[in-house]
């Protein structure tokens, strides 16, 4: 795989960092982000990178700004959101114009991917080891769950979650495919599982179609 060319673009919240990766004839454009304690480097999303790419889909691996700024605790999810949408806005019109945009990303990128995907007008929405519901704590109340996120999204949607997740295995829907893979969270076990799902799933999804 060729480098990226890197970009900042400029968010309510600071600069974020963009690693653009080029397909010829591109059509779509896969933009991932990364999850709360990792970067775009994870192994998921440089596997789903490449197969994109070969697939003759560009893609964009976003770096939120707390992480370009070197702090490794997530902010709230409404500074997260609005940087995400200031970074997908730059990239649709320049680098990205005129091509589908496929939005995602894994763990707590992909709730974000997810939070504005009506907003970014994204004709689908890929999302790497969903975190259902945090695990109860040893003596804490139990967490709420996310599944409002995922069933506010009216597009469709790929989620692929290990078996194993200790945040939990969320359910199919109308739009929403479960693509269950071994292995926990980190989607580490079988990496060519993962590849497979999305490559099938990229066949299938028509960005063509508009969606209510």
């Known amino acids: 795989m060729?480098?990226?060319r890197e970009i900042e673009v400029e968010t309510p919240h600071g600069p974020a960092r963009v690693h653009l990766h080029r397909a010829d004839g591109a059509t779509a454009a896969l933009v991932l982000g990364h999850g709360a304690g990792g970067g775009v480097e994870a192994p998921d999303l440089v596997a789903v990178t490449e197969l994109a790419r070969s697939s003759g889909i560009g893609v964009a691996l976003v770096e939120q700004p707390?992480?370009?700024?070197?702090?490794?605790s997530s902010p709230p999810a409404k500074q997260l959101d609005a940087a995400w949408v200031a970074v997908i806005e730059h990239l649709r019109a320049a680098d990205l114009e005129g091509l589908a945009l496929i939005a995602g990303g894994r763990s707590?990128?992909?709730r974000v991917a997810c939070r504005t995907a009506a907003t970014t007008g994204a004709r689908a929405v890929l999302c790497l080891a969903f975190p259902l519901?945090?695990?109860r704590r040893a003596g804490g109340k139990q967490s709420?769950?996310?599944?409002?996120?995922?069933?506010g999204v009216a597009v469709p949607t790929l989620l692929v979650q290990g078996e194993g997740d200790q945040f939990g295995m969320p359910?199919?829907?109308p739009q929403r495919t479960v693509?269950?893979?071994?292995?926990s969270h980190s989607l580490h076990s079988d990496r060519q599982a993962v590849v497979d799902a999305v490559a099938a799933w990229l066949a299938d999804v028509d960005l063509a179609r508009s969606y209510r």
């Open 133 to 135: 519901q945090p695990p």
């Open 171 to 173: 359910p199919a829907g």
């Open 108 to 110: 707590a990128g992909a």
């Open 2 to 4: 060729t480098e990226p």
């Open 66 to 72: 707390y992480r370009v700024a070197g702090r490794r």
């Open 179 to 183: 693509a269950r893979v071994a292995g």
């Open 144 to 151: 709420p769950s996310r599944l409002d996120e995922l069933d």
